[in-house]
């Protein structure tokens, strides 16, 4: 595709509920990553994928998180038993990971969670 | 940890310049970056410097970077209602890899 596609754009769930969010990346970006956006807050790194290997999951909050790719391409990130402090956006960028350059990183329009 | 610092607001009128402001706590950043935000819709990047340059510019754009007291600024000249967005200051990570760092982003509301 032309950008980056997240899926679905809107999630209501229920406390204690598994979820999963999806992210499809610009065709040959081989650099994944995922942000959660808090109401207020700024972007809060998550996890980093290069190719189907994730060599940085330190932002992870917890356990109840996990986030796998697949084929170099589309990558799903799960929220087990969710929590209502899991409320926020949860964004997907791709890049190309240029040698000795600025990284452009494409945004997607985000996955709006809300736990009831 | 790396912190990035904005005020979370900023009202200008149309045709004046915006200056957004951004401090911070690491200087091992190559590149400091600006992206914005609409509502609805995901990051776009905006701009970037590296960080052994003291400004750049880029159309009506202009970033400043003072190193000494690790503060970035993003001057927007001739402010436009289609300039109305979240502004995000983001740093980039060392490690081989574009973690970035963001901070809590300004909201710029431009009136007539």
């Known amino acids: 595709g032309a950008g980056v596609s997240q899926s679905p754009s809107n999630k209501v769930t229920e406390k204690g509920k598994d979820v999963e969010l999806r992210c499809d990346p610009i065709s040959g970006h081989t650099a994944l990553y995922w942000y959660r956006q808090s109401l207020g807050q700024g972007l809060e790194f998550l996890i980093y994928f290069q190719g189907n290997s994730a060599p940085d999951k330190s932002g992870l909050p917890s356990d109840r998180f996990s986030a796998e790719r697949t084929g170099g391409s589309v990558s799903t990130l799960t929220i087990q038993r969710t929590q209502q402090e899991d409320s926020a956006v949860y964004l997907c960028?791709?890049?190309?990971?240029?040698?000795?350059?600025?990284?452009?990183?494409?945004f997607g329009s985000g996955t709006q969670l809300s736990v009831l | 940890g790396e912190d990035v610092e904005q005020s979370l607001f900023l009202s200008v009128r149309e045709g004046d310049s915006s200056v957004i402001n951004c401090t911070y706590t690491?200087?091992?950043?190559?590149?400091l970056y600006w992206y914005k935000q609409e509502p609805g819709a995901g990051l776009q990047l905006l701009t970037y410097?590296?960080?052994?340059?003291d400004m750049k510019q880029d159309q009506r754009l202009t970033v400043l970077l003072n190193k000494k007291d690790k503060h970035l600024s993003l001057r927007i000249a001739d402010t436009q209602t289609g300039d109305s967005a979240i502004y995000f200051c983001a740093l980039g990570v060392s490690g081989g890899y574009n973690k970035l760092i963001f901070g809590a982003g300004t909201r710029l509301a431009v009136h007539p």
């Open positions: 960028a791709s890049s190309l990971v240029p040698q000795g350059q600025a990284e452009k990183l494409f």
């Open positions: 690491d200087s091992s950043s190559t590149y």
């Open positions: 410097i590296f960080s052994n340059m």
